[in-house]
């Protein structure tokens, strides 16, 4: 599976891959994950929110368990971030099959659209629409940096845009949500365990800071008689690694837009994103205002105007507990942990926090989520070094398997 689905979307360039929603490569991925269904003999449905299905029992009967993750990518992502979770699903299910087990109720594997937001900017949206936290006009109004808007890409790759939206039947068939991942960070690499249980993720978002200045030339403007933007941005930029390091937490600009963006011009508007997350609400508010509040300040002395948009997102999510105590059973650990120290008892498995959002957190609203995490050894992510050893993938799946079996199959 992996080695078929390994060149989809590959830059050959940075080998990293653009795997970006309703693309041509997003819709190769999706050929393969409907040929995996078809090939295990799924019952393969699409919802009305372009999210793929693969269903093995009867999915009216209720209380499923599902799991499975995304295979869409930022740009040059790595090749584990989503495939990895969706892969890994298909290959347990293979393993219960060879271990014979006997299914108590329905199982599905998912891949969720767009959850990256590579390319109109929002992340999670076929989940955000599924649990009714992305409104169909909402949804509507996205447009890529080349002007298509979603409805547009959604009907150009065969899809109804006029379907979207919540779909709370669908969710309520679902008793349980596992979503296996890549760990993006490295605290599993500090313990002796290749598989680790999420317990939180951190409240995040994204800000769009646009900064208006005004054009001229950039050989014959006096400094003193310039308006700016581009200047006022540098400064917002390391206000933000300022503010976050005196919160403990993390503040990004990764990712700038620049008009009239000549060599020789001084820029009219500098548009920057702002990435922030916390290990709690008030510190990230605390960060972001921080952030906004030098902005303004350097923006008033550049004579700049400033204005500053929320684009997205998520409040903190604190997986169930009842549902991670049982995974933290079935394989073998307490399940009590806080993840704040992931070593400090080497006889459980680890359970740790993450500032990463995922499906998972946007479907706890709806139905009982969790997460596990394959060790990463470097910690890179969003990125082509992103990696995990093929033994602790193997170790994931088997997890994973373990797990499903806990929750779905009938006791030998």
């Given at each position: ?26 819709g ?13 003999g ?38 584990f ?13 293979d393993?219960?099959?060879?271990r014979?087990?006997?299914f ?11 959850e ?18 992305l409104?169909r006009?909402q ?6 940096a ?5 409805p547009?890409a ?9 379907a ?13 949500f596992?979503?296996l991942?890549?760990?993006?960070g ?6 002796d ?17 646009d ?35 005196d919160?403990g ?13 000549g060599?020789n ?6 548009r920057?994103?702002l ?9 990230l508010?605390?960060v972001?205002t921080a ?12 004579g ?16 169930p507990h009842a549902?991670?105590d ?29 500032g ?16 596990l995490?394959?060790r ?15 033994d602790d ?20």
């Amino acid at each position: 599976m992996w080695r078929e689905l390994a060149p989809i979307g590959r830059d050959p360039g940075s080998r990293g891959y653009r795997r970006y929603a309703w693309t041509g490569a997003d819709g190769d991925c999706r050929n393969w994950f409907r040929t995996q269904a078809a090939d295990r003999g799924l019952r393969y449905e699409v919802d009305r929110n372009g999210n793929q299905w693969a269903w093995l029992g009867d999915p009216d009967a209720g209380n499923a368990v599902v799991t499975g993750s995304h295979l869409d990518s930022v740009p040059d992502g790595g090749a584990f971030d989503g495939p990895l979770g969706v892969v890994s699903s298909f290959a347990a299910l293979d393993e219960l099959r060879d271990r014979g087990a006997e299914f108590a109720r329905p199982l599905a594997i998912a891949n969720f659209g767009d959850e990256e937001g590579a390319r109109f900017g929002l992340a999670c949206v076929g989940s955000r629409l599924a649990a009714g936290q992305l409104t169909r006009e909402q949804a509507h109004a996205l447009v890529d940096a080349d002007g298509v808007t979603l409805p547009q890409a959604m009907e150009r790759a065969g899809y109804d845009p006029d379907a979207i939206g919540a779909d709370p039947e669908r969710l309520a068939r679902i008793g349980a949500f596992v979503e296996l991942h890549i760990e993006q960070g490295r605290a599993l690499d500090l313990t002796d365990h290749p598989v680790g249980i999420a317990s939180a993720i951190w409240p995040h978002g994204r800000w769009r800071f646009d900064f208006a200045g005004e054009a001229n030339h950039a050989g014959t403007t006096r400094l003193a008689d310039r308006r700016d933007p581009m200047l006022t941005y540098a400064a917002t930029v390391l206000a933000a690694r300022r503010a976050a390091e005196d919160a403990g937490a993390v503040a990004t600009f990764g990712k700038v837009a620049v008009e009239p963006n000549g060599v020789n011009a001084i820029p009219s508007l500098v548009r920057g994103w702002l990435d922030s997350r916390a290990v709690d609400q008030g510190t990230l508010d605390a960060v972001v205002t921080a952030v906004e509040a030098a902005a303004r300040e350097r923006a008033g002395r550049d004579g700049v105007e400033l204005a500053v948009v929320r684009e997205s997102f998520t409040p903190v999510v604190d997986f169930p507990h009842a549902l991670r105590d049982e995974i933290a059973r079935i394989l073998g650990g307490s399940g009590s942990g806080s993840g704040s120290d992931p070593g400090s008892d080497p006889g459980s498995v680890p359970v740790l926090g993450t500032g990463a959002g995922h499906d998972a957190g946007i479907l706890s609203a709806a139905v009982p989520t969790a997460m596990l995490f394959v060790r990463n050894p470097t910690g890179v992510s969003h990125s082509p070094a992103e990696h995990a050893a093929e033994d602790d993938c193997v170790a994931g799946v088997r997890a994973l398997a373990d797990v499903l079996e806990g929750l779905a199959c009938r006791s030998s």
